[in-house]
């Protein structure tokens, strides 16, 4: 559907008008109540005045008394300080003791944990040699090898040549003669 088509419709709705139309008139009803208000206001305005000042006799006279209770809650007050400092000795008491409980149960915690650990590496660990008395001797000194190589192919019907040995196999081949 065309813009032109939807702003059209918008246009010819006439709800939002209608809404406008409500809300003055619910306006113009309220505002037709306000003066009866208003009379019921000013007549009621000497109960109220009469209300007010009750109030304000009921509270000086609360006000009298407050000296008294407040003295009586000084004088209550030291007794109280004192349950109050035995109470909180005897909570900090308690919050001691339970940290060191809880202390020991970590320090519990922690070594079955260490000896945990300590098993479990034990078994990853690959096992000690078996003679000890081979570690101790003068390991030989490392003979470079030289690359072996390969018997080339030898075509069909030729006798194959032997293949070539490695420079550790003539050394070692030389000291046999020897």
Do not use: W
Not at 83 to 111: I, N, S
Request: glycine share 6%; hydrophobic share 45%.
């Amino acid at each position: 559907m065309p813009i032109t088509d939807e702003i059209k419709k918008t246009l010819s709705d006439p709800t939002p008008l209608y809404a406008l139309a409500g809300a003055g008139d619910l306006a113009y009803e309220k505002l037709r109540e306000v003066p009866g208000k208003v009379e019921a206001l000013a007549a009621d305005r000497k109960g109220t005045q009469e209300k007010a000042g009750a109030r304000l006799q009921e509270a000086q006279s609360l006000l009298i008394g407050a000296p008294a209770k407040v003295g009586e809650a000084v004088n209550a007050l030291p007794t109280d300080l004192k349950a109050l400092q035995e109470r909180a000795q005897g909570f900090a008491l308690q919050q001691v003791g339970r940290a060191v409980e809880l202390a020991v149960k970590a320090k519990e915690t922690y070594d079955e944990l260490a000896e945990r650990g300590k098993v479990v590496v034990e078994k990853a660990r690959p096992a000690a040699p078996a003679a000890p008395a081979e570690a101790a001797e003068p390991a030989a000194q490392p003979v470079q090898d030289e690359p072996v190589v390969e018997a080339e192919p030898v075509a069909d019907g030729a006798a194959e040549p032997a293949p070539k040995k490695s420079a550790r196999a003539r050394k070692s081949a030389a000291a046999d003669a020897e």
